[in-house]
């Protein structure tokens, strides 16, 4: 069983950052896939950034540039960094684990993700 605390949430206004961080109860993020997943209001959840258990990173087309995911094995804590937020980037965002090997389609494919964390929210004002 692995659990997932995301925090690091909050209010910005257009061109700001965060920076999320995603922390697990054991150490998941150095043996699995972990994705960084949103939701906006009335929007289906979409897949933002994953990183490999050997560090390769893989982001969906809107935030490539803007955002960076990284991880500190010792920590088993997954960050995902946010910059030049835009108001559509305003939504509930959620850590998830995998045991599979990321790759490019792992964003599309969230039945793979096991393991959830509760989510955090992220509100970007213009």
């Known amino acids: 069983q692995v659990q997932l605390v995301e925090s690091g949430g909050g209010s910005v206004q257009a061109g700001g950052s965060l920076r999320l961080s995603c922390a697990a109860s054991?150490?998941?993020?150095?043996?699995?896939?972990i994705s960084w997943f949103r939701q906006a209001p009335g929007k289906e959840r979409e897949g933002v950034a994953a990183i490999d258990s050997d560090g390769t990173d893989f982001y969906t087309d809107s935030v490539k540039g803007r955002f960076t995911i990284s991880k500190d094995n010792a920590k088993t804590t997954v960050y995902l960094q946010m910059n030049s937020l835009k108001p559509e980037d305003t939504a509930m965002y959620y850590c998830?684990?995998?045991?599979?090997?990321?790759?490019?389609?792992?964003?599309?494919?969230?039945?793979?993700?096991?393991?959830w964390g509760q989510g955090t929210q992220v509100t970007v004002s213009s």
């Open positions: 054991s150490d998941a993020i150095s043996r699995y896939c």
């Open positions: 998830a684990a995998s045991w599979y090997r990321c790759y490019s389609g792992s964003l599309r494919i969230q039945s793979d993700f096991r393991y």
